[in-house]
């Protein structure tokens, strides 16, 4: 008997049919009217709803709609903010474009050059990400599917990922949802993303993301994973996988047939000294408050995996200091570490979403002061810019000039990191390139090798 599944009768009792056990039920852009609670909606907003999903990715599971979501509290749930398409996440010109263009009765291929026109409008690729990032090999070619920003950290995007169980209707990473192949970030290919971990010595970190790895089947995970047992990846020391899972589909990890093995995985590889951290994607505690899920938090932590949470700050969904504060609190008792809390990113829907970093600072604050030293572990609020996360560290006044106090948590220079800098005072700024310099001066001061690194890369976006 496998240490697994000594484990899972522990805690699931005999091997009867778990009553928790669902299958997984799935519903798209296409499925809209086939949801029974969205018949209570006006029909208006079920209109929107069409509109909105007609440009940007909407995928929804009954999990989530049965068990998450609390329709008494419909619009106003957070968790029906979280997947479900809200009018004012276009703008009104945008609105009206695709309304008309539905109202009319427009062909498919009019419906579809429209919404392509729209997504390009809303910065689909943030931060450089798809020019400066992706690595090369020996012989020079692009290692697709793969992206090393931090010497320490790589990042893989196995092609069998790029999905997830529900979609987030803030996702900075919505663009690769809605079938644009060029916005793809994808690799199929295990032998090239271990041939860079051989050569790239530096690396001590491999992180798996997506869309969302737990995604895939284990024996795909597998294909990735167990190749680093072998003592040329001992520099690997860690392995993070970046997943939405625990909140969108527990099941995977308590009553799915690959769940067993899944685990069996994970803990195969703590045995061989690897640490194996997942990197769970929470925006609010009610996420936690199913049994299913805790028992899936409890499964990965038994199979010696640790969790750590983060996730961005949003308007109309966690942008309060006691939401963030009970969060921290409930993943500190079930033993889920607090990491990142992010400010949400320059894409998409990110008008209807975003905070102003003076507010999204003062909520971090309240909420740090209300958890004890162990829920005190997430930093933030930090937005991953192109040159590195930056932290909003507090504000404060300087010789009569009221400023923000920054620092690099991560830099595209490793020599950025941990160095404070500072940025004039504005209430109203959401991202880092909004900010201007402190006492006059000109740029801050990773500025001109931030430049020199662009115009060096391939086509300096
Ligand atoms: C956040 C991030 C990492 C990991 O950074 P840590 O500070 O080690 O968590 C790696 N690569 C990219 C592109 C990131 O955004
Ligand atoms: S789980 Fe992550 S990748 Fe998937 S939709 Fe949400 S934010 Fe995007």
Redesign the pocket.
């Known amino acids: 008997m496998s240490t697994i599944s000594a484990l899972r009768r522990q805690h699931d009792g005999a091997a009867k049919p778990d009553a928790a056990a669902r299958r997984f039920q799935v519903y798209t852009q296409r499925d809209l009217d086939r949801i029974e609670q969205l018949e209570q909606l006006p029909e208006q907003t079920r209109f929107d709803m069409r509109v909105v999903a007609s440009v940007l990715p909407f995928r929804v599971n009954a999990y989530v709609i049965e068990e998450l979501i609390d329709w008494s509290r419909v619009p106003d749930d957070p968790i029906y903010q979280l997947t479900f398409p809200q009018r004012d996440m276009l703008s009104p010109g945008q609105y009206a474009r695709m309304a008309a263009a539905l109202h009319a009765g427009a062909p498919k291929a009019t419906l579809q050059a429209l919404a392509h026109e729209l997504r390009a409008e809303l910065n689909p690729h943030p931060a450089g990400?798809l020019q400066l990032?992706v690595p090369t090999d020996a012989d020079g070619q692009d290692l697709n599917g793969l992206?090393?920003?931090?010497r320490?950290?790589?990042?893989f995007f196995p092609s069998q990922g790029q999905t997830c169980h529900s979609y987030c209707t803030f996702c900075f990473r919505w663009a690769q949802f809605v079938g644009d192949k060029a916005l793809r970030m994808a690799s199929t290919e295990a032998t090239r993303l271990h041939a860079y971990l051989r050569d790239h010595r530096e690396v001590s970190?491999l992180?798996i993301t997506g869309g969302d790895p737990m995604v895939m089947k284990t024996k795909h995970l597998a294909g990735y994973l167990e190749a680093l047992l072998d003592p040329a990846y001992d520099h690997v020391q860690t392995i993070?996988i970046g997943t939405k899972a625990l909140t969108f589909w527990p099941q995977r990890f308590v009553t799915d047939d690959d769940a067993d093995d899944l685990l069996a995985l994970l803990s195969r590889l703590v045995r061989a000294g690897k640490h194996v951290a997942i990197?769970a994607h929470y925006n609010h505690w009610r996420e936690l408050s199913t049994d299913i899920a805790q028992r899936a938090v409890r499964r990965l932590r038994d199979c010696g995996a640790e969790i750590r949470s983060?996730g961005p700050l949003l308007a109309h969904i966690n942008d309060n200091a006691d939401d963030w504060a009970r969060l921290w609190k409930t993943q500190v008792r079930l033993g889920i570490v607090p990491?990142?809390m992010f400010v949400e990113r320059d894409t998409g829907a990110r008008h209807y979403f975003e905070v102003p970093l003076a507010r999204a600072w003062n909520i971090y604050r309240d909420a740090m002061q209300q958890v004890s030293g162990l829920g005190r572990t997430a930093r933030g609020p930090s937005m991953?810019a192109g040159p590195?996360?930056v932290e909003i560290q507090g504000v404060t006044e300087i010789g009569g000039e009221k400023l923000f106090v920054l620092r690099f948590?991560?830099g595209r220079d490793p020599d950025w990191v941990q160095r404070p800098f500072f940025a004039r005072y504005d209430e109203r700024a959401t991202w880092l390139d909004q900010l201007q310099p402190a006492f006059g001066d000109a740029a801050f001061f990773f500025e001109p090798a931030y430049r020199a690194m662009q115009a060096a890369s391939v086509d300096g976006t």
């Open positions: 990400q990032n992206q090393h920003k931090y320490e950290t790589v990042l970190d992180l993070r990197m983060q990491y990142y991953s590195g996360k948590i991560q």
